[in-house]
């Protein structure tokens, strides 16, 4: 036991950017140099083999399971811990089946449908009420979650300069907030595709509710046969979908949209981007996002002029998913004893984590959010400034 332990010390010893303390085996070992910030306890230490082949699929499974607790504030701690996940150890030929999943229409389903069809009712408890599942936009501090969430949407709405009468397609469309408010506002005729089964049936009800059927309607559709409805759009959006298709599909995606996007039509891309072509991380690919991957904002950038794509703007709205992350954790812990009763501890403890580690590694700049604008082809109808 002894000698675990002190592997384990030696292992963890590495992360010292910020002390920390480690407790294991009754006894306490500051890591790094200054006031320790959290406390880590150890109740069953962690082999290092494991450590090694997957040090966040080794410290996520722990914390599931209870083996490892955080004394303080979850956030914090892995605020203080997560800008170091450049000496995590990977092995990819140990993780191959996870890391390389198939991009195939019948795994790409089987994947979305893993994590967003957990349940409306489970995404209810901690979404707003427009159950909107991507960052908003704060334009005050104090604005409410779902301000927030309306706010983002009508910036998305307002640079595609929409026009009464136009079609609009969503390109992962979730729950349809957004075309909703494209429909009320501005009058346009709007279909959205997901491959999730419970988004789908959600958004059809709410266009029935909405008395919308005359200028909505949602399909479960894969991006790749967008081409297949010999239609054509005025306007194309897709927010935090093109994080599920891989990297060896990103050419595919944009040519999907090419084919189905008129000439000078818009085209908004708003996606969680990585700084780097990384293959993604383990314990998020096996728990959370399964296949899930980050685009650079460089890989997209240098598509775009293969399609003859012109960039128009590009914002970073990294800040502002720190701080929605924080308040969706914060409603999620609101409900934590009735998503226990539901989902059981691990899961609780497994999400918990998910939502705090994603608003650490935003914070800390490991991944980002853009939001992309492009015409296809010129544009010189548009307002020289940015008008919205």
């Given at each position: 036991?002894?000698k675990?332990?002190?592997l384990?010390?030696?292992?963890?010893?590495?992360?010292?950017?910020?002390?920390?303390?480690?407790?294991?085996?009754?006894?306490?070992?500051?890591?790094?140099k200054?006031?320790?910030?959290?406390t880590?306890k150890?109740?069953k230490?962690?082999?290092i083999?494991?450590?090694?082949?997957?040090?966040?699929?080794?410290?996520?499974?722990?914390?599931?399971?209870?083996?490892i607790?955080i004394?303080?504030?979850?956030?914090?701690?892995?605020?203080?811990?997560?800008g170091?996940?450049?000496?995590?150890?990977?092995?990819?030929?140990a993780?191959?089946?996870?890391?390389?999943?198939?991009?195939?229409?019948?795994?790409?389903?089987?994947?979305v449908?893993?994590?967003?069809?957990?349940?409306?009712?489970?995404?209810?408890?901690?979404?707003?009420?427009?159950?909107?599942?991507?960052?908003g936009?704060?334009k005050?501090?104090?604005?409410t979650?779902?301000?927030?969430?309306?706010?983002?949407?009508?910036?998305i709405?307002?640079k595609?300069s929409?026009?009464?009468?136009?079609h609009l397609?969503?390109?992962?469309?979730?729950?349809?907030?957004?075309l909703?408010?494209?429909?009320?506002?501005y009058?346009?005729k709007?279909?959205?595709?997901?491959?999730?089964?419970e988004?789908?049936?959600?958004f059809?009800?709410r266009?029935?509710?909405?008395?919308?059927?005359?200028y909505l309607?949602?399909?479960?559709?894969d991006?790749?046969?967008?081409?297949?409805?010999?239609t054509?759009?005025?306007?194309?959006?897709?927010?935090?979908?093109?994080?599920?298709v891989g990297?060896d599909?990103?050419?595919?995606?944009?040519?999907?949209v090419?084919?189905?996007?008129?000439?000078?039509?818009?085209?908004?891309l708003?996606?969680?981007?990585?700084?780097?072509?990384?293959?993604?991380d383990?314990?998020?690919r096996?728990?959370?996002?399964?296949?899930?991957m980050?685009?650079s904002?460089?890989?997209?950038?240098?598509?775009?002029?293969?399609?003859n794509f012109?960039?128009?703007d590009?914002?970073?709205?990294?800040r502002h998913?720190?701080?929605?992350?924080?308040?969706?954790?914060k409603?999620f812990?609101?409900?934590r004893?009735?998503i226990e009763?539901?989902?059981g501890?691990?899961f609780?403890?497994?999400w918990?984590?998910?939502?705090?580690?994603?608003?650490?590694?935003?914070?800390r700049?490991?991944?980002?959010?853009?939001?992309i604008?492009i015409?296809?082809?010129v544009?010189n109808?548009?307002?020289?400034?940015?008008?919205?």
């Open positions: 036991m002894k675990k332990q002190e384990l010390i030696d292992f963890i010893s590495q992360f010292d950017e910020h002390p920390f303390t480690v407790e294991v085996g009754g006894e306490k070992h500051l890591i790094g200054g006031e320790s910030t959290f880590v150890v109740n230490p962690i082999d083999k494991e450590l090694t082949i997957s040090t966040s699929i080794a410290l996520g499974e722990a914390y599931m399971r209870g083996d607790e004394e303080g504030d979850l956030y914090t701690a892995l605020n203080n811990f997560l170091q996940l450049g000496k995590f150890s990977t092995d990819t030929k993780l191959k089946k996870l890391m390389l999943t198939s991009k195939g229409k019948k795994n790409q389903k089987k994947e449908s893993a994590h967003y069809d957990i349940g409306n009712d489970f995404y209810e408890l901690w979404l707003d009420e427009s159950m909107s599942y991507s960052c936009y704060f005050k501090k104090r604005d979650l779902y301000e927030a969430q309306m706010n983002k949407i009508h910036h709405l307002d595609l929409l026009k009464e009468g136009m397609l969503d390109i992962g469309c979730g729950w349809g907030q957004l909703i408010e494209a429909a009320k506002k009058k346009i709007g279909l959205g595709i997901t491959l999730s089964e988004q789908y049936k959600k059809n009800e266009i029935k509710e909405e008395d919308l059927e005359e309607t949602v399909e479960i559709m991006y790749r046969d967008l081409p297949k409805l010999k054509s759009f005025d306007r194309i959006v897709s927010v935090g979908m093109i994080e599920h990297r599909n990103y050419n595919l995606f944009m040519s999907s090419d084919k189905v996007l008129k000439p000078s039509g818009l085209f908004l708003h996606y969680i981007s990585g700084m780097k072509e990384h293959p993604g383990a314990w998020m096996k728990y959370i996002f399964p296949g899930g980050l685009p904002l460089r890989e997209i950038i240098n598509l775009c002029a293969d399609y012109c960039i128009l590009v914002e970073s709205l990294r998913y720190t701080e929605t992350l924080l308040r969706w954790d409603n812990n609101d409900h004893a009735e009763e539901k989902m501890i691990e609780t403890r497994m918990d984590l998910y939502l705090c580690a994603c608003a650490a590694t935003f914070n700049g490991v991944i980002g959010l853009h939001q604008l015409s296809k082809g544009n109808e548009l307002p020289m400034t940015r008008w919205y």
